[in-house]
């Protein structure tokens, strides 16, 4: 049995060595090369643990949509797979434009299901930017100024 299950442990053990052996060890003008080197593997190693999940999700949260505003004569047993996620997109681009989520419901219910889909795109791309707000600086309390 190996310590390393996968890519995405590969990968948070080559981050790790990089940030802990390399990084203290680089020139000053290359370390912030190597800051965003480690920024890129953890993304990959986030992507590879949730990406096919996300996938999988917004494929589903948008055939629901669409199923919505167009129920479909045959009925469709299987769930959409990842593989379905661009043609789902393009539909729903085309259904955007058509208008046929200007009802305020429907309009609710896109925006609810695409913000799914884009805070389970954040959590892999950059998940410190979906801390609770009560996390996040009050924009109308004073900063502190160096002088």
């Known amino acids: 049995m190996s310590d390393i299950a996968d890519a995405a442990d590969l ?7 990089l940030l802990a052996d390399l990084l203290p060890e680089a020139p000053k003008e290359r370390r912030y090369a ?3 080197i ?8 986030r992507e590879l643990r949730l990406g096919a999940d996300a996938a999988r999700n917004e494929a589903a949260r948008l055939a629901f949509l ?7 004569t045959s009925a469709k ?3 959409p797979s990842s593989a379905d996620l661009a043609a789902l997109r393009r539909a729903l681009c085309a259904a955007i ?5 200007d009802d305020p419901a429907r ?9 799914r889909t884009l805070a389970e795109r954040v959590a892999i791309s950059n998940p410190k930017a979906l801390r609770p ?8 309390a004073p900063q502190a100024r160096s002088r």
């Open 66 to 72: 669409l199923e919505a505003i167009a129920p479909s």
């Open 107 to 115: 309009e609710k219910a896109l925006a609810t299901e695409l913000l």
């Open 97 to 101: 434009r058509a208008g046929r989520f």
């Open 34 to 36: 190597g800051l965003m």
């Open 133 to 140: 707000e009560a996390d996040a600086p009050d924009p109308a």
């Open 11 to 17: 990968l948070a053990a080559a981050r790790e060595a």
């Open 38 to 45: 480690a920024n890129v593997m953890a993304i990959a190693a």
């Open 77 to 79: 047993t299987d769930a």
